[in-house]
């Protein structure tokens, strides 16, 4: 079968990147463990261990996916950092605060495409849950960066972030039944930007019932209403009706170039609306 490229007006002219992937954390199939500390409190950090010397990246990597599976029980969920440096006080949080809830047979991805790491690095995680002791399973796997491939992005910011009650913010997102009905400001971005991660989480500090049925978390921009917003990205998802409660999220890098200052919105509409959850949206920029 060919496939036709677009004309170059409209960004055609294919460029075939030949690279590779490092993976990270793959002591095991399902990872590395992770333990948390006290409730609501993040635990040690928990080195993914790469291909480098002492564990360390050993390439430059342009983007990567962080995955989790096998938490303690169905209702377990918490936040999740992912950090460089030495694994103590001198480790500086590269992403922050993952809402992560996966049940104990469930898979959780999320992906930073174009976040640069230089080799030599070494990378950690750690995480807070509802409970003590929690644990849950971690591994990446990174694209190793070539000429070919664009600049990417230095620094990934998380917007409206918070840690109290291990939940993502405090910002109450309703579900409505119908697209455009129910833009909700998550934050005005603090920097230019060049592309965006969302996710859902849990805004209730303890589990709580949600209706089964399929649904989607949009991305927008701009305005100022319920109403009003650019939609950029929809990203469907299944509620359950019992934990882990949001399922089968591509929680994928969305290009899009912003400028300080914009109001960053999300939505979720669905066949039954009411329910409210919390989104999670981190910011990509140069510097």
């Not at 995955?67 to 103590?88: F, H, K, Y």
Request: with cysteine.
């Amino acid at each position: 079968m060919r496939i036709i490229s677009p004309p170059a007006a409209v960004g055609g002219g294919a460029v075939d990147i030949d690279t590779a992937y490092e993976s990270f954390g793959n002591a095991a199939a399902k990872g590395t463990q992770i333990v948390s500390g006290a409730a609501h409190t993040k635990g040690a950090w928990t080195q993914l261990v790469a291909s480098g010397v002492d564990g360390a990246v050993g390439n430059h990597l342009t983007g990567f996916t962080i995955t989790a599976c096998e938490a303690g029980s169905s209702t377990t969920r918490g936040l999740m950092d992912i950090g460089v440096g030495d694994g103590d006080g001198g480790t500086t949080v590269l992403i922050p605060n993952i809402s992560v809830m996966v049940g104990t047979v469930g898979v959780f991805s999320i992906a930073f495409d174009g976040l640069n790491l230089a080799a030599g690095q070494k990378l950690w995680a750690r995480w807070q849950s509802q409970g003590s002791g929690a644990t849950i399973w971690v591994r990446g796997e990174g694209e190793i960066r070539t000429p070919a491939h664009p600049p990417g992005f230095a620094i990934c910011e998380l917007l409206a972030g918070g840690t109290a009650n291990s939940v993502p913010n405090s910002v109450d997102l309703a579900f409505v039944a119908a697209p455009d009905t129910g833009w909700t400001t998550v934050a005005a971005l603090p920097h230019d930007a060049g592309a965006f991660v969302v996710n859902l989480g849990l805004r209730a500090n303890a589990g709580t019932s949600f209706s089964p049925q399929r649904a989607v978390l949009r991305l927008g921009y701009g305005g100022v209403g319920a109403g009003d917003a650019v939609k950029v990205h929809d990203s469907p998802v299944e509620v359950s009706g019992s934990g882990p409660y949001f399922r089968s999220l591509v929680a994928r890098t969305i290009r899009k170039a912003l400028p300080a200052g914009t109001r960053i919105a999300c939505e979720v509409y669905a066949g039954a609306a009411g329910d409210v959850a919390a989104p999670q949206v981190w910011a990509l920029r140069a510097a």
